[in-house]
């Protein structure tokens, strides 16, 4: 744990050197004039205290010269602190930074399914708590480095002095750094496990939140409220434990440094009586050992936090180093009007479950309108994300204009198509922007051209600040019709070459949802739409029909009504719960 805790640190040392050596730098002077005002105390008591009672007599001149250096010294103190301090501070906050930024671009590079197979809550927790903890060690960090410059001077000074006096600090300082490693071996589970069960508290508060309308409506708060609990509960023992091993480890270093003081005492004043120190040399060794315990402690600050460091950056770093990406091309569609869609032979399976599409094959043609239509587990989202390349099939290929999407760059491929997902998600923020997400060249005109295609006009106007007004967190101001014309008018108002409706207007009024399909294609853009309802189904030019993740049959809508008694009763069956 050590070795690795050490590795991590070294990692932010590489990546912050100048930080790292301007804070290291400021303790390890802090450190030195430690030792050197021990020396400086000594010499008041020996040379200026003593002779006062013995002689009756005060130098003034020596009393000045002693003001001046102890003043001298305490300045330069100062400057180390704040050197130290405001470099480890910056080189902490620079790291978690850093880190956040990184697991964020990481979260939003990985596919869909990687998402589904990790609790939101945990993801929150990987980009805060864990962040937090992987860096926490920062700020000791230079505090320790330069008490090891001053142990080694204060060793060097102490056998300078006086050989057995020196004994007692050989005997100290190797205490120290054992009971640290003892500390910090005991400490390592401990860590992790509350790290752990931070994660796991995050993941069940965020599912709860989230949750909130069905713990209400199902009367289930008392429940939801023990389960949590139960976590809690788990998370408070968790940090009971590491403070009560804190507490026991503490005291312990507390006393060490004062143990030596009392051996120094002892044995300088045996010293002393021989003849082999002086007093000015027996009070500047006890002075140093009082003022060691709070520098050295340092030290166990950061061995302590080593192990909650460990667990953080493993769990960072299993965020980093997932797999799954999509690897993008450098390709771009020819042409610049509607696209041509076409899946030839397409099969897919979620990890290791039953095939979800089996030999799937069917083109949207440039500028037209094709509806999916197939009972609930078919296959229809699975093929509506296959089309923008959320994810990649297992076997097949899928295309658009005759180029295979993976050999098309990110930025291509988000420039040509577009998908409106079955959950409207809506960002706290305006109108204007929820639709324009700071896209270049999309303009007010073109918020307002995609607002009247998605029929959304009438609703926006009449809201109090027209697309200036917020919709609040997950658009809650707006009903689920409105945050659907509204994610729809997002989608539109990049112009897409090719347009996925998966079940993207189930929530607006059957007449409203007609005119958004007609509006639609009207404007030429090729359009896939997973369809229900029989007026929505007998726009498309084409209609796809779907059963348990095969194309049974394609052809419009009267010939599937005529030849395909299953496309019939599923059809009949929509419109008569739309009834």
Not at 271 to 287: D, H, I, K, N, P
Not at 423 to 438: E, H, Q, S
Request: aromatic residues 8%; hydrophobic residues 50%; glycine residues 10%.
């Amino acid at each position: 744990m050590l070795g690795r805790g050490l590795r991590v640190l070294g990692h932010a040392i590489r990546t912050e050197p100048r930080l790292f050596t301007i804070s290291a730098l400021g303790s390890s002077l802090f450190g030195l004039l430690i030792v050197a005002n021990s020396y400086v105390v000594g010499a008041v008591i020996g040379r200026v205290v003593v002779p006062a009672f013995t002689e009756d007599r005060v130098s003034t001149a020596g009393l000045a010269l002693v003001v001046a250096v102890l003043l001298g010294i305490s300045g330069l103190r100062v400057a180390s602190i704040f050197a130290r301090r405001l470099a480890a501070g910056y080189m902490q906050f620079r790291m978690q930074a850093r880190y956040r930024r990184a697991v964020t671009r990481r979260y939003l590079s990985l596919p869909p399914e990687w998402h589904q197979r990790n609790a939101t809550g945990e993801l929150l927790s990987n980009a805060s708590s864990d962040v937090e903890a992987a860096w926490a060690p920062i700020a000791p960090l230079p505090f320790a480095v330069g008490t090891i410059v001053m142990i080694i001077g204060a060793l060097g000074s102490l056998f300078a002095v006086d050989w057995v006096l020196a004994l007692v600090g050989v005997a100290l300082f190797p205490a120290l750094f054992a009971l640290n490693y003892f500390y910090s071996r005991r400490m390592s589970p401990r860590q992790i496990h509350a790290q752990k069960m931070r994660a796991k508290v995050a993941a069940v508060a965020h599912e709860s939140f989230d949750g909130a309308l069905v713990v209400k409506t199902m009367g289930r708060e008392a429940d939801e409220s023990r389960r949590f609990g139960v976590y809690v509960a788990d998370l408070r023992d968790a940090l009971v434990a590491v403070g009560r091993l804190r507490g026991v480890f503490d005291p312990l270093m507390e006393s060490l440094p004062s143990v030596g003081t009392l051996a120094v005492l002892l044995l300088g004043t045996w010293r002393l009586q021989t003849g082999a120190v002086t007093v000015t040399e027996v009070v500047s060794v006890a002075f140093l050992f009082t003022v060691l315990a709070f520098p050295v402690r340092a030290i166990g600050w950061v061995i302590g936090e080593l192990p909650r460091s460990v667990a953080g950056w493993d769990r960072v770093q299993a965020v980093l180093t997932a797999e799954g990406d999509l690897a993008y091309g450098a390709g771009d569609l020819p042409g610049d009007g509607p696209a041509e869609l076409r899946f030839d032979r397409v099969g897919y399976r979620y990890g290791d479950g039953p095939p979800v599409l089996t030999d799937v094959s069917f083109t949207v043609p440039a500028g037209r309108t094709v509806a999916l239509v197939g009972a609930t587990g078919s296959g229809k989202s699975t093929i509506a994300a296959l089309a923008v390349r959320l994810v990649d099939p297992d076997t097949g290929t899928v295309s658009a204009d005759g180029v295979k999407l993976p050999d098309l760059s990110g930025s291509a491929l988000a420039a040509a198509t577009a998908l409106v997902p079955q959950v409207p998600f809506v960002f706290d923020d305006t109108v204007r922007g929820n639709i324009a997400l700071d896209r270049p060249g999309i303009d007010d005109a073109r918020v307002w051209s995609a607002i009247e295609l998605a029929q959304a006009t009438k609703f926006v106007t009449g809201l109090p600040g027209t697309i200036d007004t917020p919709v609040g967190e997950r658009g809650t101001s707006l009903s689920g019709g409105q945050r659907q014309r509204l994610t729809l008018a997002r989608a539109l108002a990049g112009t897409p070459r090719l347009l996925v409706l998966d079940d993207a207007t189930s929530a607006v009024d059957p007449r409203v949802e007609a005119a958004i399909l007609g509006a639609l294609r009207e404007s030429g853009t090729s359009l896939l739409v997973v369809a229900y309802r029989r007026a929505s189904i007998a726009l498309a030019d084409e209609v796809v029909y779907l059963h348990r993740g095969r194309v049974v049959a394609t052809g419009t809508h009267t010939e599937l009504m005529a030849t395909q008694p299953g496309y019939l009763d599923l059809v009949t069956a929509y419109e008569k719960e739309g009834k």
